[in-house]
């Protein structure tokens, strides 16, 4: 999935295509101070640090062609400063220049190399994009009378890629998903997470208890550990949330596997929703860890129409603020006027977490909302 923008609408950070155009000002705005800096200045100062600043620093922000016309201006503007002006005996001015023309050289070379990184890294992540949606596809937005709204952020920016996961789908039994997160990031994570949601699509099909899905679950994982060298063994384990919403969605039921609490959210009258945790009755350990215990509980509540449940990964409970205070999903969204609309309710949950961190990051994300239509 792609990485979203605060408000849930993109992956490219708000305003950064203005930013991005104000940065490739800067070798333009170098040469031309170091050129009026030639004329306004007593003949013993020289701009040529000006020029090889312009000239590298195109390397960095434009293409080669832009960089190239960077290096020739600055090389040109100092021999032409030198010949008209002459402000040095010649041996200095063939020595300035020649250091100029260097660094717009050296600028050339960079430019080249950086490019050619670029276009690796954009490969690559276009590569883990594709991945991550294959394995994470989009929910429809309504489903057997319920309303989806799913997103997903990567913790690692530059891959798009981790451990968390989610996954819905329609069964002989209800509308079922599950919320997890694998432990660590990164491909070895993403391997597991693709072994958790083929797992879970294909068990839940089959199984009409939800915790014997679960229990399928453990198994499928300690099966294919033992195949897979290095398969979800980063710290060896995986929590997850199992929910089952029956045909009739009058009620919905929960296996927690040592998951963060979902969120019920009911409608209120006065703007701000009743949010209520739906802690399991029974703690139960995360999957990967519970091969000498019992299985986990099944709990199930009340799902009145217009009713929201909101699943999340820690990487939205863990966040934390640069006073170090961790996000409490439940008591911000209680306070805030949050829409029912399951896609609103995503944007403006993921748009206040940015403002609790400043936008920093340290875990994946993914949050799956479903509301009941009647």
């Known amino acids: 999935m792609e990485n979203v923008r605060p408000d849930g609408t993109g992956s490219v950070p708000i305003r950064s295509g203005r930013r991005t155009w104000a940065y490739r ?16 200045t007593p003949p013993e100062f020289s701009s040529a640090p000006l020029y090889s600043a312009a ?27 030198m010949a008209v002006l002459g402000y040095h ?21 960079t430019n080249a190399i950086v490019r ?24 429809p937005p309504e489903l057997a009378g319920l309303r989806l709204a799913a997103s997903y952020r990567s913790a690692l920016t530059d891959t798009q890629i981790g451990g968390d996961l989610y996954a819905v789908q329609e069964t002989p039994f209800g509308v079922r998903c599950i919320v997890g997160d694998v432990r660590g990031k990164g491909i070895a994570a993403a391997e597991a997470v693709a072994v958790v949601v083929g797992a879970f699509r294909e068990i839940s099909d089959e199984e009409g208890d939800l915790r014997t899905v679960a229990t399928r679950l ?14 979800d063994e980063v710290e060896g384990f995986t929590t997850a949330v199992l929910v089952e919403i029956p045909k009739d969605r009058k009620t919905v039921r929960l296996v927690n596997c040592g998951h963060p609490a979902p969120l019920l959210l009911q409608p209120s009258q006065v703007g701000a929703p009743r949010v209520r945790m739906l802690h399991p009755s029974v703690p139960a350990l995360p999957l990967g860890m519970a091969l000498d215990t019992p299985g986990p509980v099944l709990d199930e509540v ?9 699943l999340y990964t820690d990487g939205v409970s863990e966040a934390r603020n640069s006073a170090g205070e961790f996000y409490d999903p439940a008591l911000r969204l209680a306070a805030l006027p ?12 993921l748009a206040d ?10 875990d994946d994300i993914a949050v799956l909302a479903l509301t009941r239509l009647v």
Not at 55 to 81: H, N, P, Q, Y
């Open 55 to 81: 000239a590298m620093s195109a390397a960095a922000l434009l293409s080669f062609r832009g960089t190239l016309l960077i290096g020739l201006a600055a090389t040109g503007a100092d021999a032409v400063k």
């Open 218 to 231: 453990e198994d499928t994982l300690r099966r294919e550990g033992g195949r897979r060298a290095g398969l």
């Open 25 to 40: 000002l800067l070798p333009a705005l170098l040469l031309a101070g170091g050129i009026v800096l030639e004329v306004l």
């Open 116 to 139: 050619r990184s670029d276009s690796r890294a954009r490969s690559a992540s276009t590569a883990a994009a594709a991945l991550q949606r294959a394995v994470l596809p989009q929910p």
């Open 353 to 362: 977490l940015t403002r609790h961190t400043s936008g920093r990051y340290a």
């Open 89 to 109: 005996q010649p041996l200095d001015n063939s020595s300035e220049v020649a250091t100029v023309a260097t660094v717009a050289a050296v600028a050339l070379l």
């Open 338 to 349: 949050v829409a029912h609309e399951p896609e609103q309710l995503v944007r403006c949950l």
């Open 302 to 310: 009340a799902l009145p129409a217009g009713t929201t449940l909101l």
